[in-house]
């Protein structure tokens, strides 16, 4: 235990490297333990989308969206969402809901949003159209 704390007191950089790292990794599982969405991947999304007619909520940039998009997929901005500007998305509240972005990582407070308003179901993809086109799946242009 004393080597513990000698090469601490030596090393408080590396120390507070650990600690951040540490606290971040706690943070990040307790916002999923008690997260308003789920998570899936691009094979959950596709049953979803196949078996229970889940909706792809697409959130980035008009541009990329125009570039590829998962067919099907409507595209709403994250302004749109957080004024409720759903654009028909309304008649879908008991469906399952994907919020997706670029790579995952900001889908989570629009996914928030959704699940606040009523839907009963909202996740998303897990990396994003990153994923989906690294998995080589289909994607839909214009």
């Excluded at 879908?92 to 989570?108: D, L, R, W």
């Excluded at 998303?124 to 289909?138: C, E």
Aim: glycine fraction near 8%.
């Amino acid at each position: 235990m004393n080597e513990y704390l000698t090469f601490f007191a030596n090393h408080p950089i590396m120390m507070g490297i650990w600690l951040v790292l540490f606290f971040a990794l706690i943070y990040n599982l307790m916002q999923s333990k008690f997260a308003a969405f789920g998570r899936v991947n691009t094979q959950q999304l596709t049953q979803l989308i196949n078996k229970q007619d889940a909706v792809v909520v697409d959130i980035r940039p008009d541009a990329d969206y125009k570039k590829g998009h998962i067919t099907g997929a409507k595209l709403l901005s994250p302004q749109q969402i957080e004024q409720e500007t759903l654009k028909g998305l309304e008649k879908s509240k008991q469906n399952p809901i994907i919020v997706v972005c670029q790579t995952g990582m900001t889908a989570g407070k629009s996914a928030t949003k959704l699940a606040q308003s009523g839907f009963e179901q909202v996740n998303i993809l897990d990396g994003g159209m990153t994923a989906w086109t690294s998995a080589n799946l289909p994607v839909a242009k214009g």
